[in-house]
């Protein structure tokens, strides 16, 4: 499971009002670690 996949899924799971914020963190994360 990619991190980006990781983060969806918990922002659903949390269902979290911020989750479009959230998966831009993950996804700017994601690109540091590239």
Do not use: F, I
């Not at 949390?14 to 590239?34: F, I, K, P, T």
């Amino acid at each position: 499971m990619s991190l980006k996949e990781r983060v969806d899924y918990l922002a659903e799971e949390l269902d979290l009002e911020r989750s479009d914020h959230v998966r831009e963190v993950g996804q700017s994360v994601a690109e540091l670690r590239d």
